[in-house]
């Protein structure tokens, strides 16, 4: 997907070719994990670019519809994260706190989607998996956090 340009991507969506769409396209084409939408305006103010929040979802709405990027909610959250649909098979493993994720290599659902079609006949044509927990660091603060409220209650 990464060989057309961002004019010839939307052209073949029917999306109409923006600056902003540009802007927000480019950022999404040059990360190798997925971001929210506060990330993606965070990079473009820092590249002193001018465009709203507000805008950022709209454009990310409509690039999903489309099939350009792929859309994935954060856990225990109402936000979500985009990246480029790079029509490649992925799965990340995501911090609960943080949102940090880390791309799991392989698919671990190779075998299960095998024996699914044989059992049920079904014809599978995709699946998602996330698996959630808490990264090293986060882990760290949590359990920080739990000594902390340990020691005010051992004070009352």
Known sequence: MKSQ?????????????TVQRKLVFAILEGENRPLTADEIYVKLKE???TISLSTIYRILEVFAEKGLILKTSIFNEKKFTFEI???????????????????IEGCPLEKLEAALTKKTRYKIVGH????????????????????????????K
């Open 85 to 103: 649909n790079r029509l490649e098979h992925k799965h990340y493993l995501i911090c609960a706190k943080c949102n940090k994720n880390i791309e």
């Open 47 to 49: 590249k002193k670019e």
């Open 128 to 155: 998602k998996l996330d698996i959630y927990g808490y990264c090293p660091e986060c882990q760290e603060k949590l359990e920080h956090e739990s000594e902390t409220e340990v020691h005010s209650e051992k004070e």
């Open 5 to 17: 340009n961002s004019s010839t991507k939307f052209a073949g969506c029917g999306i109409k070719n």
